[in-house]
């Protein structure tokens, strides 16, 4: 499995801050020095060392060290190290296109992560035309590998925190385990050690006082087998028989994967379709699954590709992974459904994401609270190229954080734009404000009201509050679209009504809105009404309505002009 593990190019800087970092080089941060501790750290995760142990001259041209890198054709991983780095100009200088054909060589020569990138890459566009075919093979080539290990439970999925959401309160670790503990429980899991025999202990105690759910577990544990539970087909069979005659789903799916794969008993497909159809009438998703595999293969029924679609499907609404791969397998290949090669790649791509690679949300979040940033960005950025949305949105509101040492301050914000632009892609709400926010401002690319006032049109379709403030603001000031004062308080009622946070502020921008109309009403009722030479209580008036316009305005523009980092109610409250 080493291909695996050395393929993850940040396998090893999910662990970087537990590296000390001594050598003069890391804190030069000379791109050069940067490109070699990064090498640094990759060989020695991957136990070849030996195959830099100097620092390069700071004199020592730039494709000299990519030339080091080459000489190690014969390794896949240097070709996805080599395309993550132009593709962040993380030590090199950022060039796409050269990323596209480190990826390429990477994906021909079986690596994983590179063919996961490739395949999100031709299914969007990135820097290649769109091309489903090409997402689709990729995509399937890793999927296959990922159901496989799903089917002998060797992956687990994780949790994606999202760092916006998290920002307030990262010293608490109510959500998450703490790193250390994590990687105890993983390595007892691993080993079958202490907390099974537990768990077995506390499921034969639930047993004998008659819990339907305590036999059914136990009948699985005696099936699989591990350190503390010696397998044993006879044993499955008699808690699994416990269950199943009180009802239990598991007990009934249990009773049926043996007859149907000849465990303890003799295979009879026949009593194995039976148990598997009343656990999949009782909701239970792997009975669904494999009243799936037995229509899609024939075994035991008349094979029926439609049925097995059905069972597939439900199984995939409830939660059964490796259902879903089959999906995509019967629409890539149009077997009982028309071919469709879109829902697919949806579907192959939703089971690449179930790959050990997602563990890195985990140690990528776990390096942020430390502050470990450099470390913490870099697990973030392989899984954005992934195609991941959540580390897509992590790595830009990490890079505009401004606290990266591995990139220069000239790259943050067009690598943060890119990021939020591809997560907006992607259907996250929040990113197509952030995107509507850098064009407005011009953060990593020109400012552009027509291009700003696009992404807000389109956030707001997503209910977003903060997109209709910022768009009744454009039509207020005719900034991008044309002014248009009854649409901004239409805009800005819509904001309100949408989030409670938001009533303030449009209080504010109404009272400005209104202060506005009223100077209009006082300068015509001046020109039209007063003599020439008179005097007149409109001055006064005027002193107090520039008073409370001042006022009105700049908690609006604050609102309305966010930090970076915080929200713009956070903001509002902070004055």
């Excluded at 593990?5 to 940067?34: E, G, K, M, N, Q």
């Excluded at 190290?81 to 100009?89: K, Q, V």
């Excluded at 239990?248 to 007859?259: E, H, M, P, T």
Aim: proline residues 3%; contains cysteine; glycine residues 6%.
């Amino acid at each position: 499995m080493k291909a695996l593990s050395v393929a993850l190019l940040l396998a090893l800087l999910a662990s970087v801050h537990r590296i000390p970092l001594t050598d003069y080089c890391f804190f030069s941060r000379s791109r050069l020095c940067v490109l070699w501790e990064l090498q640094r750290r990759f060989l020695l995760f991957t136990g070849e060392s030996d195959l830099l142990s100097v620092p390069p001259d700071p004199q020592v041209q730039g494709r000299e060290t990519e030339r080091s890198f080459e000489n190690q054709k014969e390794k896949n991983v240097s070709k996805q190290a080599l395309g993550f780095m132009f593709s962040y100009g993380i030590g090199m200088e950022y060039n796409q296109a050269k990323a596209l054909v480190y990826y390429t060589f990477g994906s021909l020569g079986g690596n994983l992560i590179s063919q996961m990138i490739l395949g999100y890459r031709y299914w969007v566009g990135i820097n290649v035309p769109r091309n489903c075919e090409a997402a689709l093979t990729n995509y399937r080539k890793v999927a296959f590998f990922i159901a496989d290990k799903l089917e002998k439970n060797e992956e687990m999925p994780v949790e994606k925190v999202r760092l916006m959401e998290k920002s307030e309160n990262l010293s608490s670790n109510n959500d998450f385990l703490d790193w250390d503990v994590h990687q105890f429980y993983k390595f007892l899991a691993e080993r079958g050690d202490t907390q099974i025999q537990k768990a077995f202990y506390y499921f034969l105690k639930a047993a004998k006082a008659g819990n339907t759910h305590g036999m059914a577990f136990l009948g699985k544990m005696f099936l699989e087998g591990s350190v503390a539970v010696t397998q044993s087909n006879a044993s499955a069979f008699k808690y699994f028989t416990m269950a199943a005659e009180k009802g239990n789903a598991v007990g009934l799916w249990g009773l049926g994967l043996l007859y149907y794969q000849g465990k303890g008993v003799p295979v009879n497909y026949t009593e194995a379709f039976k148990y598997f159809h009343i656990a999949a009438e009782k909701g239970l998703a792997d009975a669904q699954f494999q009243l799936g595999v037995m229509y899609h293969s024939g075994s035991g029924v008349r094979r029926d590709y439609k049925l097995a679609f059905k069972y597939f499907y439900l199984a995939s609404q409830n939660g059964q992974p490796i259902a879903v791969y089959y999906l995509a397998q019967m629409y890539a290949a149009g077997t009982g459904v028309f071919r469709s090669c879109q829902n697919a790649v949806e579907l192959y791509r939703s089971v690449c994401e179930l790959g050990s690679w997602s563990e890195k949300f985990l140690t990528a979040y776990f390096a942020y609270q430390d502050g470990n940033i450099d470390s913490s960005l870099i697990q973030y950025a392989l899984l954005a190229e992934m195609g991941y949305e959540v580390a897509q949105s992590n790595s830009a509101y990490i890079l505009e954080s401004e606290q990266v040492k591995i990139l220069s301050n000239d790259q943050m914000y067009p690598l943060a734009l890119l990021l939020w632009n591809r997560a907006a892609a992607q259907g996250n709400a929040f990113a197509r404000v952030k995107t509507g926010d850098y064009h407005f401002y011009g953060y990593g690319t020109k400012r552009d009201y027509v291009t700003a006032a696009i992404h807000y049109s389109l956030a707001v379709d997503h209910h977003i509050a903060q997109a209709m403030f910022n768009l009744a603001y454009m039509y207020e000031h005719g900034l991008g679209i044309p002014k248009d004062i009854h649409l901004a308080n239409r805009w800005y009622d819509l904001a309100a009504q949408t989030s409670p946070d938001a009533s303030i502020p449009v209080f504010l921008a109404h009272m400005k809105l209104e202060v506005k109309i009223l100077f209009s009403e006082i300068q015509l009722f001046k020109q039209t009404t007063i003599p020439a030479g008179k005097k007149s209580h409109a001055t006064s008036w005027k002193t107090v309505c520039i008073i409370a316009y001042l006022t009105s305005y700049k908690h609006t523009f604050i609102w309305r002009h966010p930090s970076v980092q915080k929200t713009p109610f956070q903001r509002f409250i902070g004055l």
